[in-house]
Every structure is written in structure tokens, then in C-alpha cells.
């Protein structure tokens, strides 16, 4: 299994207030994603990283920033959280350092639940 | 922009029967990946197959298969002798560059 590691696992928080997620990666991999999961939405990227320091947006990224100062670590916060952002949060390594190939291997998933 | 849709959100079968569920994409590339991942209800993503679009071969791991129809924007897959640790949710994803896009989803429950 790919090394990934998110933290926390489970999360509930008020409205209004600051949330960061954690990805840690053991697999030296240079591209890191961070998506959401919906119901009838499948998964939506939010952020991708394509090594440190360097960050793009996804389709979704209003509301959520990302940082990756080390190549095993990429967060996302929510400034001030909103119950819209309730879900279920993915961290994901491309197995391929190609950036146009491979599959993805993922995190187990952190559910944040804004009230 | 890129687009996958799976127009099937439930699909149940029989154990130790086959069943086919629908993908289909839209894309103006012509080099690309498509992937079908399974969800169980442990929440863990698990890579059940992949299919290279400049292959026109249809990919196959076990009992699972692919239907590539690259002119029709196709991607089934086909489970053969369903078990039923084969219940999930799957998801249809496709990747050019970067992004991975996903479909909706589609649950599957398999009968004793």
C-alpha cells in the first residue's frame, strides 16, 4: 500500500472557524491532490501540488487554500469554515513521477462535518 | 473542459453472475487514461483497472474487463462471477495531464 497518511481522520467544527487537513506521504512522490467527496458528485479536485511550494486550483477550490513546504507534506485549510464544506476530504499521490500517466493511490479519507 | 458521466447510480446482480457497468467521457485529446476505482464501505479508493487510450487492446485483471470504444467515448466494465466482496461504489475516472476527473458513481449490491 502507498504510504499516505491523513490527519484527522475525523473532524467536527463550528461555522466560522479555521480547519486544516494534513497529507503525509512516505513515497518521495513530486504531484499531491486534495479532493472532495459528495454524494452524486463522485470526487472533485479541489488542489493539486506539483511539487514544493508549487500549487494549482481544481475545480472546486473556492473557500479551501493549500501549502506544501516539504515534498511528504501537503495541507489544505478553510479559512473560515461553512457548512457547504461538510464532506469527505481525499488526499491523493500520483504513482508515476510522468505528469501524464498512472493512477492514483489515496488516503483513507478525513470526514469534516461544519455545523 | 473534461467530463465523465456514469449514468447508472444503482446496479445490482446475482453472486456468480456478470455484470456491466457504464462510463462515458468527453474529451477532445486523443492521449489519455481512463481508470475504475472501488469504494467499499471502508471508504478505501482501490484501483481496479486502468486503460492506456493509444492501446486498443482491452484491458483485463481477472475477473474484471474493460469495453474501450475510444471513437464512442466508451469505458464499461465488466465483472464476471460477481462475489459478494465485490459490493461498492465505483467510480469511472479519467486523466490527461495532471487531473484525475471522476464520474458519479454507481452502487453496486450483489444478491446471495
Known amino acids: 500500500d502507498a504510504g499516505i497518511t491523513q490527519s484527522p481522520r475525523h473532524k467536527v467544527t463550528e461555522t466560522g472557524t479555521p480547519v486544516t487537513l494534513r497529507c503525509h506521504q512516505t513515497?518521495?512522490?513530486?504531484?499531491m491532490y486534495w479532493y472532495r467527496q459528495d454524494p452524486g458528485h463522485g470526487l472533485r479536485l479541489i488542489h493539486y501540488?506539483?511539487?514544493?511550494?508549487?500549487?494549482d486550483k481544481g475545480e472546486v477550490s473556492d473557500g479551501y487554500s493549500v501549502s506544501r513546504s516539504k515534498t511528504e507534506d501537503f495541507l489544505l485549510t478553510l479559512e473560515s469554515a461553512t457548512s457547504s464544506q461538510t464532506s469527505v476530504y481525499f488526499c491523493?499521490?500520483?504513482?508515476?513521477?510522468?505528469?501524464?500517466?498512472?493512477?492514483?493511490?489515496f488516503g483513507e479519507g478525513s470526514r469534516l462535518t461544519v455545523l | 473542459a473534461q467530463t465523465v458521466t456514469q449514468s447508472q447510480p444503482e446496479m445490482s446482480v446475482q453472486e456468480a453472475e456478470t455484470v456491466t457497468l457504464s462510463c462515458t467521457y468527453d474529451?477532445?485529446?486523443?492521449?489519455?487514461?481512463l481508470f475504475w476505482y472501488k469504494q467499499p464501505p471502508s471508504r478505501q479508493m482501490i484501483l481496479v483497472i486502468r486503460?492506456?487510450?493509444?492501446?486498443?487492446q482491452n484491458a483485463t485483471e481477472n475477473r474484471f474487463s474493460v469495453n474501450f470504444q475510444k471513437a464512442a467515448k466508451s469505458f464499461s466494465l465488466k465483472i464476471s462471477d460477481s462475489q459478494l466482496g465485490d459490493a461498492a461504489m465505483y467510480f469511472c475516472?479519467?486523466?490527461?495531464?495532471?487531473?484525475?476527473?471522476f464520474g458519479q458513481g454507481t452502487r453496486l449490491t450483489i444478491n446471495p
Open positions: 491523493a499521490i500520483s504513482a508515476s513521477q510522468s505528469m501524464n500517466t498512472g493512477e492514483l493511490f
Open positions: 513515497e518521495n512522490h513530486r504531484y
Open positions: 501540488s506539483y511539487g514544493v511550494k508549487d500549487t
Open positions: 474529451t477532445s485529446e486523443s492521449d489519455y487514461y
Open positions: 486503460q492506456e487510450a493509444y492501446k486498443q
Open positions: 475516472a479519467y486523466r490527461r495531464a495532471q487531473k484525475l476527473v
